[in-house]
């Protein structure tokens, strides 16, 4: 399967812990985005990275969150000292160049805070 | 970015073809217009996109407006398989310090009736 590969699928978590969230790119694409689609919500653009560089934050909580995407490996969501907000599908996309052309989805990470 | 304005739910007709309408009347002319769609639970998924021509794959046709400022997805033949949220979206131009991220609206929910 040469899609975008996020892992978990599902993720619990008490109110306090940390939470992963992994993102595989396609092969050959070097640019990722992560979305957060809140229960009955829009998708809402989070963070855009490159390969060991974060480019556009703008969407990102200020605190809690972060975002990388080294060299090698997947690209990581990061939410620190989880609260029952966070709870929502998590998808990442990737693309070969910075744009979104044509931009595959991976099948979400659905993170619940109980 | 252009905004996008979208009916919030449309029925369809099992083999018939599915118009769903999009204005965006402040769309710039190196704007392109792009359709994703999810359906329920799921990652979004790419349909097409286009600049200023009719563009059609194996999936839709797209029709653009002359002026630019409204758009048609056609899926010739829907099945029950096409109900999903179906988002039209304005991409922002790629800059060097931001890529090209697609902001997603609240779209137009198509059900496919038997």
């Known amino acids: 399967n040469a899609g975008v590969m996020q892992n978990p699928r599902h993720l619990v978590r008490r109110r306090g812990q940390e939470a992963r969230l992994r993102c595989s790119p396609m092969?050959?694409?070097?640019?990722v985005y992560w979305y957060r689609q809140l229960p009955e919500e829009g998708l809402k653009f989070m963070v855009y990275l490159q390969k060991e560089n974060i480019i556009d934050e703008s969407g990102m909580p200020k605190e809690r969150f972060s975002a990388e995407f080294p060299k090698e490996g997947p690209s990581i969501l990061r939410i620190q000292q989880v609260v029952r907000g966070d709870s929502a599908a998590y998808f990442c996309?990737?693309?070969?160049?910075?744009?979104?052309?044509?931009?595959?989805f991976g099948q979400g990470t659905r993170l619940t805070v109980v | 970015d252009a905004k996008t304005t979208q009916p919030p739910s449309m029925d369809c007709a099992e083999g018939r073809a599915a118009n769903l309408p999009c204005n965006h009347s402040t769309i710039s002319g190196n704007e392109y217009v792009y359709w994703y769609r999810q359906i329920h639970s799921q990652g979004p998924q790419y349909i097409i996109h286009?600049?200023?021509n009719n563009e059609t794959n194996e999936m839709a046709s797209l029709i653009i407006t002359e002026d630019r400022k409204s758009s048609t997805l056609i899926l010739p033949h829907a099945t029950l398989r096409d109900t999903a949220v179906y988002y039209c979206?304005?991409?922002?131009?790629?800059?060097?310090?931001?890529?090209?991220?697609?902001?997603f609206g609240e779209g137009t929910q198509l059900t496919v009736n038997p």
């Open positions: 996309a990737s693309s070969p160049t910075k744009e979104m052309r044509g931009a595959f």
């Open positions: 092969k050959g694409h070097s640019h």
């Open positions: 979206i304005v991409r922002v131009v790629a800059s060097e310090t931001s890529g090209s991220r697609l902001t």
């Open positions: 286009g600049l200023k």
